[in-house]
């Protein structure tokens, strides 16, 4: 029987107590999970691989800094475990070393590597007053749109036409014009659409042209707020069209946004998020990105980019 008295032994001593073992194994799993939502973003190119990289070198102590650089090549696209093996052996980069963890040269030779294949698009010379929004589905265009549209009630947002039938709360002539599909077809054979599109492989939606054309030629800004395949008509109909590309904070947060608007059922939700990794994968098409994590910060970001002013406080 051991004397109460005898001292505990050094090993005892040394032994973390169980709610600290506890506390640190809970830590470890919220770290894994935030490197996987981190691979996840920059697999359906949420974010670039060199954002992800700037956040490694910002915060070494980071889920991004953390991450090894393994981890982070077999991530990016067209990339397996045979190439990534390669490419850290023309970088003279250990597979153990971790993002933030890099020395100097390592550093740059990665991020050479990273700007060759992924290069960042640059911005477009000067302003257009006609603006496009668009972005992967339940990105929160239609919300960030709306925002605008109070706030800033010298632009005009463009109602577009659609097949679709109303959701609850939506308006005709407000939210959108609803219209069946003979009037959707008299609508394009008189050439009254900017750009029209079928969407999700169900409705066809489209830009009526009138209130567009009689707005810029008094001058003001027109927001449209479209799916890719309309920004693409736009595009080619009027190249000097400004288009800004709305991006959510997370793959995980597109996800928990679709299924939080129970709109749609399971089948139709697994669509949309397969139309939008084609989406997120066309962004470099665009002039400029922004991040939708706030309503209110992403409205003001695309109010700047069209340079209008804010209207003064009441």
């Known amino acids: 029987?051991?004397?109460?008295?005898?001292?505990?032994?050094?090993?005892?001593?040394?032994?973390?107590?169980?709610?600290?073992?506890?506390?640190?194994?809970?830590?470890?799993?919220?770290?894994?999970?935030?490197?996987?939502?981190?691979?996840?973003?920059?697999?359906?190119?949420?974010?670039?691989?060199?954002?992800?990289?700037?956040?490694?070198?910002?915060?070494?102590?980071?889920?991004?800094?953390?991450?090894?650089?393994t981890e982070f090549l077999t991530s990016l696209p067209a990339i397996g475990e045979g190439k990534r093996d390669r490419i850290l052996a023309d970088l003279s980069i250990s597979p153990v070393k971790r993002l933030g963890g890099l020395g100097a040269r390592q550093r740059r030779a990665l991020q050479e590597f990273l700007d060759s294949r992924w290069p960042t698009p640059g911005a477009r010379d000067g302003r257009s007053r006609l603006v496009v929004l668009a972005g992967p589905t339940a990105v929160g265009k239609g919300t960030v749109a709306a925002h605008i549209k109070e706030h800033h009630?010298?632009?005009?947002?463009?109602?577009?036409?659609?097949?679709?039938?109303?959701?609850?709360?939506?308006?005709?002539?407000?939210?959108?014009?609803?219209?069946?599909?003979?009037?959707?077809?008299?609508?394009?054979?008189?050439?009254?659409?900017?750009?029209?599109?079928?969407?999700?492989?169900?409705?066809?939606?489209?830009?009526?042209?009138?209130?567009?054309?009689?707005?810029?030629?008094?001058?003001?800004?027109?927001?449209?707020?479209?799916?890719?395949?309309?920004?693409?008509?736009?595009?080619?109909?009027?190249?000097?069209?400004?288009?800004?590309?709305?991006?959510?904070?997370?793959?995980?947060?597109?996800?928990?946004?679709?299924?939080?608007?129970g709109t749609e059922d399971a089948e139709e939700r697994a669509r949309r998020l397969r139309t939008a990794k084609g989406e997120l994968a066309a962004q470099e098409e665009f002039d400029y990105r922004v991040v939708n994590g706030d309503v209110a910060t992403a409205a003001r970001e695309v109010v700047e980019l069209a340079e209008v002013p804010a209207r003064p406080s009441s």
């Open 153 to 261: 009630p010298e632009i005009l947002l463009s109602v577009s036409a659609t097949t679709r039938s109303p959701r609850p709360g939506e308006v005709h002539g407000e939210h959108y014009f609803f219209v069946d599909d003979a009037e959707f077809d008299r609508l394009i054979a008189d050439g009254d659409l900017l750009e029209y599109a079928t969407v999700h492989n169900a409705s066809r939606y489209g830009t009526p042209r009138g209130p567009i054309d009689r707005a810029l030629a008094e001058g003001r800004t027109v927001l449209l707020e479209i799916d890719l395949q309309g920004a693409r008509q736009v595009r080619a109909a009027e190249p000097s069209a400004m288009l800004v590309f709305l991006l959510p904070p997370s793959w995980d947060e597109l996800v928990q946004r679709l299924v939080g608007r």
């Open 1 to 69: 029987m051991t004397d109460p008295q005898t001292p505990a032994t050094p090993r005892a001593q040394s032994r973390p107590p169980e709610v600290d073992r506890v506390a640190a194994s809970r830590r470890a799993v919220e770290a894994r999970r935030a490197r996987a939502s981190l691979k996840r973003d920059v697999a359906m190119r949420v974010i670039t691989p060199q954002e992800l990289f700037r956040r490694a070198l910002e915060d070494p102590t980071s889920p991004a800094g953390t991450m090894r650089v």
